[in-house]
């Protein structure tokens, strides 16, 4: 091969092959990024959803005016309180305002799962 066909397979080499492939892999590797990005978003807003939806629906059932309350449905609601470390201040003034009156079966169990609910999110650390 002469000189000009060597600068020739350089040119096309490194001015057009090589570049476009890493092209390619930045391309694929700044999809991949935002599309975690978005996913995580996503998530997120899902989740601030899913605790507004729990608050509302605790709030109902403990305002509706009726004597008597769900005790399964208290400590099901208590339980998942516990996965919103992010929103325990609101989640600890929230149970502070609940009182729990009865000597029942479920009102022993509700009472110890607010007792333990607040608990564990006053041990938390804030970040």
């Known amino acids: ?3 000009f066909e060597w600068a020739a397979v350089g040119l096309i080499l490194f001015g057009m092959v090589i570049p476009f492939w890493l092209m ?20 997120r807003q899902s989740f601030v959803h899913e ?13 509706s005016g009726k004597d008597i309350i769900a005790g399964p449905a208290l400590v099901a609601y208590l339980r998942e309180l516990k996965k ?3 929103y325990k201040d609101m989640s600890i003034l929230f149970l502070e305002s609940i009182s729990i009156t009865g000597d029942g079966r ?7 799962e607010l007792k333990s609910t607040e608990v564990y999110l006053l041990g938390l650390n804030d970040d």
């Open 1 to 3: 091969m002469s000189a």
């Open 106 to 112: 479920f009102d022993d169990i509700a009472r110890n």
């Open 24 to 43: 390619t892999a930045f391309a694929v590797i700044n999809y991949d990024q935002n599309r975690r990005r978005a996913t995580k978003q996503d998530k």
């Open 84 to 86: 919103y470390p992010e």
């Open 51 to 63: 605790y507004v939806e729990l608050s509302t629906k605790m709030n109902e059932m403990l305002s």
